[in-house]
């Protein structure tokens, strides 16, 4: 079933996919919602870190960072902690250690730090009032002063001005986490098959990072529909969040403008837009495909569970992550490069982490890579 969808005065027809299973996220329209209402609490600081203060917080309640010049105080929250101890050099095992039984501790070695070591850093927060999140003030990213912001809302707007030119377009799932954007577009128009019956389809993953974590990327991917998984593949363009060093004049702490950002986002987002548009293009989606063949018929694995756990090592898995995608290998009935990376991907849409699901399925598109290469055939040979 078709539908409108109006976001960012942007109209965008989604249609619907029938049988589509990939990895649960937010609906188009959902995601609307959370970026508008996310743009309207950001608040973001350029501080001089001697006027800022850790307040080690009450029982369960997190600690809370006090900015100067009225600002007030803002619960650390995801990736905010760890980036204030890695920028201060405090191994984080420690810190975790004082988080649970040292709070004041804690706060006096983080303020004797800021004060000792200053800097200007960059305090990314959210400011909701009234019944949003029960008015909640969060301090979310502690960063360089360098750091180039390019927010959600407005990689989701340029994001879906550019898959709006691709003929059909649907966007299956997407999602916010702590840490990432992420969307996820199908090109059904643009599909083949593996071997006979086992269809692919083109698309593209945008992932962007409001906190430091990563850069802009885009992905190409590849959408099998027989099992509804997702592959990443082995190219993926990145824009990094890093421009000029800030200036703070004289304040100790002061709001940082939109419009400073106004031209040099003009450019950024064009460029966005172009990425997107060539990640799902038909001659780049027919060297994936030929790709694809290669790897279903790449050498089978010798040893299983051997060769899993070999190529599990390569990409990184956990032993959990590793022992669910052998059941999927064996159950795909596939011991061929194409087996492998389909048993990745398909385990990827069981974990509980979206961040992680996708990083899962990406790496399908690191073994595709793989098919035709001695690096495979050292995989299936593994003893």
Request: hydrophobic share 40%.
């Amino acid at each position: 079933v078709a539908r409108v969808v109006c976001y960012a005065k942007l109209t965008l027809v989604v249609n619907g996919t029938k049988g589509t299973t990939m990895k649960a996220g937010l609906s188009l329209q959902e995601l609307a919602e959370n970026l508008e209402r996310q743009n309207e609490a950001k608040r973001d600081f350029l501080v001089d870190t001697r006027e800022l203060t850790l307040l080690p917080g009450d029982g369960e309640a997190p600690a809370e960072l006090h900015l100067p010049n009225g600002a007030g105080e803002f619960e650390l929250v995801g990736v905010a902690p760890r980036q204030i101890s890695e920028n201060l050099k405090m191994p984080a095992k420690y810190w975790d250690m004082l988080e649970a039984d040292h709070r004041s501790l804690l706060a006096h070695s983080v303020n004797t730090l800021f004060r000792e070591k200053p800097s200007t850093r960059m305090v990314r927060c959210l400011d909701y009032t009234g019944d949003d999140n029960g008015g909640t003030k969060t301090a979310r990213a502690y960063l360089s002063d360098r750091y180039m912001r390019r927010d959600n809302y407005d990689v989701a707007k340029a994001a879906l001005a550019a898959l709006s030119d691709i003929p059909e377009v649907t966007i299956p799932t997407s999602q916010i986490t702590d840490g990432y954007l992420h969307m996820t577009a199908l090109a059904p128009k643009i599909e083949g098959e593996v071997k006979s019956g086992d269809i692919v389809q083109a698309g593209v993953r945008i992932r962007n990072s409001e906190v430091g974590l990563a850069a802009l990327s885009v992905e190409p991917i590849l959408y099998r529909l027989w099992c509804s998984n997702g592959c990443g593949t082995w190219e993926k363009t990145r824009i990094m969040h890093v421009g000029g060093r800030q200036e703070m004049n004289d304040e100790a702490v002061r709001v940082m403008s939109d419009q400073t950002l106004a031209l040099d986002d003009q450019a950024f987002f064009a460029k966005l837009g172009d990425m997107i548009r060539s990640a799902v293009d038909e001659t780049k989606f027919n060297d994936f495909l030929i790709q694809m063949r290669v790897a279903a018929d790449s050498a089978p694995m010798e040893r299983p569970q051997t060769a899993m756990e070999e190529l599990g090592k390569r990409m990184g898995v956990t032993e959990d992550e590793g022992e669910n995608i052998l059941r999927h290998l064996i159950e795909g009935s596939d011991l061929s490069c194409y087996g492998a990376l389909n048993a990745f991907t398909r385990a990827a849409q069981d974990h509980t982490s979206y961040d992680r699901s996708m990083e899962m399925e990406s790496m399908g598109g690191r073994i595709l890579a793989m098919a035709g290469t001695r690096e495979w055939e050292a995989v299936a040979s593994a003893r």
